[in-house]
């Protein structure tokens, strides 16, 4: 049964900073990753989504990559700003017609 | 204005009620998805529906029950059955045939148990 895991649960830094979240998941044979964004009392935003055929995806000041063989996505925030005050959700697909299985988010706290 | 749209945005129930959670997207996807969202557990899923007038048991579907009687609607119904139905409830659709089925959410609502 797929599993995945968000380290760390939370994470405050200073504006402006580069930082990076972590994705881990148990079983590599996956179809999709995506990466989602939650406001306090507010549905999920959808940031990126990665095929299993893509190594990474970017929007923005925001980067995705995606290792397969070692069942790791990382989330790289470039430039922090207070607005990205959120919980980062990863969700993992295991074919194209099951449904996600997601970690328990990381909480970011980012302080001016 | 595409998207999917919850409603209410609050609930409040009194034990041994049975209440429904409208979800409704005119998105013209296929798939449609209930979650529960509880403090410090992750999003767990209640239900899903592939296709009109078939739906499948989620993780925790006991004490919930779905229709999908038209492509665009879900509705959930928390029935008296579920012992501790507090809790932010979460629903999700995307497009099963796009090779890119990006998977997107509602604002959520919002049930409390008096």
């Known amino acids: 049964k797929q599993e995945v895991t968000q380290i760390p649960a939370a994470l405050s830094v200073p504006e402006g900073e580069n930082l990076v979240l972590n994705c881990s998941f148990t079983?590599?044979?996956?179809?999709?990753l995506q990466w989602f964004r939650q406001d306090p009392g507010k549905g999920l935003t959808s940031l990126l989504l990665?095929?299993?055929?893509?190594r990474e995806q970017t929007s923005g000041r925001l980067n995705a990559s995606l290792d397969k063989s070692s069942g790791r996505s990382t989330l790289y925030i470039a430039a922090s700003q207070p607005g990205d005050s959120a919980t980062y959700l990863c969700?993992?697909?295991?074919?194209?017609?099951?449904?996600?299985?997601f970690g328990k988010g990381t909480r970011l706290s980012v302080i001016a | 204005d595409g998207g999917i749209t919850q409603s209410p945005k609050y609930l409040f129930r009194k034990e041994g009620q049975n209440v429904t959670l409208s979800c409704e997207q005119n998105?013209?996807?296929?798939?449609m998805y209930w979650y529960r969202q509880d403090p410090g557990q992750g999003l767990r899923l209640i239900y899903y529906?592939?296709?009109?007038?078939?739906?499948q048991k989620g993780d925790i579907a006991e004490g919930y029950s779905v229709s999908r009687e038209k492509k665009e609607s879900f509705p959930l119904t928390v029935t008296s059955a579920q012992k501790n139905p507090t809790a932010f409830y979460l629903c999700?659709?995307?497009?099963?045939?796009?090779?890119?089925?990006?998977?997107?959410f509602g604002p959520g609502t919002r049930l409390t148990v008096l």
């Open positions: 990665i095929q299993s055929s893509q």
């Open positions: 529906s592939q296709i009109v007038n078939d739906f």
């Open positions: 969700a993992v697909r295991n074919s194209g017609n099951t449904p996600l299985v």
């Open positions: 998105l013209n996807h296929d798939a």
């Open positions: 079983d590599s044979a996956i179809y999709n």
């Open positions: 999700a659709s995307r497009d099963q045939r796009s090779s890119y089925n990006e998977q997107f």
